[in-house]
T-cell receptor, first 115, second 113 residues
């Protein structure tokens, strides 16, 4: 079945540092890939997505590229801010219907950014 | 456009009781999925509803059930609550079966004592 392996946390960075959170996946075919962010006491927010190989998803300075050859979707940001402190989840869905539609999540990475 | 809403936000129940959680999807979204989030198990899929029909079910006991109404709003029910059911229950909506993007609500925090 589908699975997502995500970089273990927690990750602590100073403000303006470079961020990378690694994510690799196992799936049949070409799933859609996502990064979600969860702030304390809240639900998950869709941060970015990519639906096919070599697609780059981007939002709020965050980027991730769909790499089929390495089955990876690493999250990066050039300069993190204190407000980026949250838990980040890598996830996949599809292709196809039925059970393939459910989101499969990684374990989450807690990011803390210090001023 | 309003996001996914869930009610109530917080619940405290006693073991053996039952509970019903409610979810209103984004306007125009017809698919609703439910997930359970716990520190030990992470995020786990419960079920998906589309057009008032359950389309997919995760690996949870029959005590967990759901339904969807004609306006796409959904409810999930947990009967005979156990301590291990304490979790954040998240609802997510998507446009339909052709879309993989899911948008989440704020969740309902259920505590079973």
């Amino acid at each position: 079945g589908n699975s997502v392996t995500q970089m273990e946390g927690p990750v602590t960075l100073s403000e303006e540092a470079f961020l990378t959170i690694n994510c690799t996946y196992t799936a049949t075919g070409y799933p859609s890939l996502f990064w979600y962010v969860q702030y304390p006491g809240e639900g998950l927010q869709l941060l970015l997505k990519a639906t096919k190989a070599d697609d780059k998803g981007s939002n709020k300075g965050f980027e991730a590229t769909y790499r089929k050859e390495t089955t990876s979707f690493h999250l990066e940001k050039g300069s993190v801010q204190v407000s980026d402190s949250a838990v980040y989840f890598c996830a996949l869905s599809g292709p196809g219907g039925g059970s393939a539609r459910q989101l499969t999540f990684g374990s989450g990475t807690q990011l803390t950014v210090l001023p | 456009k309003a996001g996914v809403t869930q009610t109530p936000r917080y619940l405290i129940k006693t073991r053996g009781q039952q509970v019903t959680l409610s979810c209103s999807p984004i306007s125009g979204h017809r698919s609703v999925s439910w997930y359970q989030q716990t520190p030990g198990q992470g995020l786990q899929f419960l079920f998906e509803y589309f057009s008032e029909t359950q389309r997919n079910k995760g690996n949870f006991p029959g005590r967990f059930s759901g339904r969807q109404f004609s306006n796409s709003r959904s409810e999930m029910n947990v009967s005979t609550l156990e301590l291990g059911d304490s979790a954040l229950y998240l609802c997510a909506s998507s446009l339909g079966l052709e879309s993989y993007e899911q948008y989440f609500g704020p969740g309902t925090r259920l505590t079973v004592t």
